[in-house]
């Protein structure tokens, strides 16, 4: 699938402020960018760095007045999600080096405080991709997924409270879930072809029999369309855009992809 | 300051446990091991990495049975902690690449909720390293540092309402409220000479003026004779072992600091 | 200065051939890609990783027939070189960790031979920026730039025996005399804008000052309009393709650099 | 096998000299460092680091006067190396990232000039590990290996022009005909059990059948007691000790390997 998305940001910039950005997306093993614009307005130096987990991050200071970041990309991707079951739990010894820290806890996946959850869902479920599936229908039909229901993202347990949120929220969980029962996985932010309503997106990916798969509680089946802009912990490090200082809300955020 | 520093684990496996260990101080920037024993009994193959942070790791698989480490090491390390008043608040858009992702709030460390509080901790200090020595002064007078207290971590927000912690726990709190004012801060957890009592012990780092300096808010003055095992995000990096499947817990745990 | 570049290649391929590229340029301190296009034909799974200079590169086996690839991209760059004469050599001691291997001889850099002739070539010069600056002078006057001379890459010696050489070529001869002198130095493959003949190009940065400079023997003065593909210690590094198995040269080359 | 080994080294310094040294050894997947001593007279600031191999490099200026380096290691190493008649060539494809770069040539190990020769050694050789194992059997009855024979580094062409030189040297030239086949190949520098006469060793790995194995022209059949220091390209990479500025060499140099 040929996909075009497009971000468009406009902020209105009261103070010099330092943004640092992630709005590049990269070609990888699961995507390649044929195409790829990105503009900012008025013109300011950015420097570009590769951050730990390999995401492209730009950063900048916007200077007062309306600052406006255009992107957009032409990126092929998969049809579908690749879908695995029976594949297999790694046992812990067997992991790469690399993946190993996606077992910890983090700021929105308190995996320590999941473990009696986890294997409740999960009982009778073969170890691996299973244990991933049974997560995620747990959580389309326990959590209620309510695009615009928070900015701030929830923490597992706040979702696990509350009993909804949006994208960003039900991966949170289903992070939390997987690592408490040693399955590495991590947040992944970016399109999604025919979500509705149209906006960024995030889902999580789930390291089981060698690879990572991806998982959406969001969405039924395994919809393909995915568009990576980065991956993370969770949406601690994987934020669009981080600013510093006194905050700064988008005055216009306009999100869209079409299949070309 | 020559310090012989020790620490011998001892555990009871009823099912082969995967553990990855981060015992091996490593010699850096702040101190210098002139000499090292690390050893595992009954014998296992041990797999060391480097992790994202630089820390040295030992990943095994403890058999059935009595499984001991026993690790000792002579570090040769700063007499005292530096001390910069004065030392400035470094820019974001100065900040390395490297140091960026210590600005973000991680699992023991909400810095997203500390802003109000660090602001008022703060206020009339210059930017910078007074900052971070009036968090540290503001934690020593109102989070009792009660060794003990607690094995499992707490989280920044967990130890300011609790209002007690351990090393650990007030480190956490110091670090959220550093980064709740884009100053760069991460946890080390060490050995620490004269420690009362002793133990394993936990500190944290804050980036001012182009550099790292300690700050522990457990001791009075700047004492030197710090002995680095592991550096990161919080305690869920850290973790002096961290081991998988069902809880286990030494059964003897001995940890010496010696000066020679 | 806002460039566009492009470069297109086409191969006819007998056996399938695996191919690493290095044809996607980067944001980076001196340079903003504000578009880029990267097509292959036929479509052909691609996948893309950083090396450890942190090029962006990409893998893939091309199959038998016609097979082509086009890039183009805008980019934003300096309208001139920095020159810094008086910038100071930077004690070993003093090297980020990062720049020490750009120190040690390479394969077309056999820096080890020539602190001899770079002891000459720079004798009553400043150490530092005016080092170099003396080595590119009598670069440009003792060593002729032929373009389109020869295929393979020349080592130091080779060049330096010779008497001529290509972009490439006269690049080693600069870093082995830098790093023979214990400055830093790697050469950068890229672009530039006004190059007679067009072309790939291929130049230098030595590391004086606690910052990379450039430097080119083939051009007069300090021109700007370079545009960055891939750094390295030396060609090995930074071939703008490496193909595996029996030889395969392009039928088609077509490089061009417009100001826009 | 558990090999006690040291290396000391004694300098006569005549002006400030910065040095790189690579004395300490790492645990790995191959060998267990249970006990190290890494001492340095008269007491000097060390850094260390990790090079872009994982090398662990320690940075220090020796001042004026005798200089003595003294290092032990009591390091638990396999009985034997494998031996894996039959494992396969790797795809390039399907080579992991990080192993990439083993197959370009450097400074001593120009592998784009040997592919004609070792199509002839290895001619009706199964690709991969028999391919391997038939250069390494061509090196041994084709150049003498003669300890002591020559200081600096040889590159593979000298070696071959040669017809003798020292471990090092015939590991370049097994190293570049790997390279010249398309197989990852890179040097290792440490001690060997039993080597004759005692000093410090080279020797290669080559990556087939997924993994890397042990080499070594110098030796019969495949021993073990290997302890590894450093791994690189080439002798480029893991000097033990880079010194730079006025040469300086070691007034004395022990090196001792015990099985215990």
Known sequence: MRLKISCNLKFEIS???PFILMLRPRSGSQQ??????YEIKPGTPVF?????YGNL?????AQCGLFAISTSSVVV??????EA????????QNLPDSVLSYLLPSRYCESDCFNELAVHITQDQLLGYNQVAAITNWLRSTISYIPGSNNEPLSAIQVNNNGYGVCRDLAHLGIALCRSLSIPARIVVGYLHNLQPMDMHAWFEAYIGNRWYTFDAT?????GGYVILGLGKDAADVAVFNQF???VFPIEQQVRVEQI
């Open 15 to 17: 103070t010099p402020t």
């Open 32 to 37: 390649w960018v044929e195409h790829q614009e």
């Open 48 to 52: 570009e760095f590769t951050d730990h």
């Open 57 to 61: 991050c730009q950063r900048l200071i």
């Open 77 to 82: 991707t998969s049809d579908y999600s690749d």
């Open 85 to 92: 079951y029976g594949a297999e739990f790694v046992e812990i």
């Open 219 to 223: 969405q039924l089946g395994s919809p």
């Open 245 to 247: 200082g006194p905050s």
